[in-house]
């Protein structure tokens, strides 16, 4: 019902916040980043590990999603490299593939939590949202 008055505007904590999303199914690359930059994230994509590793060079990426099946870097081997270069950036792995062993390591190594593939997006915002109020 408009009673004349504007609606407040969403407060969306992530606004700019930048996150890597490296993934090699260039479509779940394609979605996640239309998904993600509407929320209101700086948004920036790797086909691969050595993508991903030339990206952060060049810039500070607090939030990172990364795909653990990937060749011929594998998204464990990343997450490990991403921590040494940057120990704040906090990092959801993702995998269609997942099991009580990869879901330790990955744990272990750093990450900050770990997702199935088919993704949820509205999990994947939610947690998003949460770790970059952390």
């Known amino acids: 019902m408009n009673n004349g008055y504007a609606s407040p505007p969403n407060i969306i904590p992530?606004?700019?916040a930048s996150v890597l999303i490296v993934d090699d199914e260039?479509?779940?690359l394609v979605l996640l980043?239309?998904?993600?930059?509407?929320?209101g994230y700086d948004v920036?994509?790797?086909s691969n590990s050595q993508q991903a590793l030339e990206l952060i060079e060049k810039?500070?990426?607090p939030l990172a999603i990364l795909d653990i099946r990937m060749f011929p870097i594998d998204g464990v081997a990343l997450l490990s490299e991403i921590k040494k270069r940057s120990p704040a950036t906090k990092v959801i792995m993702i995998t269609a593939y997942p099991t009580a062993d990869s879901r330790s390591e990955?744990?272990?190594?750093?990450a900050a939590t770990y997702l199935t593939k088919p993704l949820d997006t509205q999990e994947l915002k939610k947690t998003l949202e949460s770790l970059a109020l952390d």
Do not use: D, P, W, Y
Request: proline residues 0%; glycine residues 8%; charged residues 25%.
């Open 33 to 39: 980043h239309r998904v993600l930059a509407k929320e």
């Open 14 to 16: 992530s606004m700019g």
């Open 59 to 61: 810039q500070n990426f």
């Open 106 to 110: 990955c744990i272990r190594r750093g």
């Open 44 to 46: 920036a994509t790797a």
């Open 26 to 28: 260039e479509n779940l």
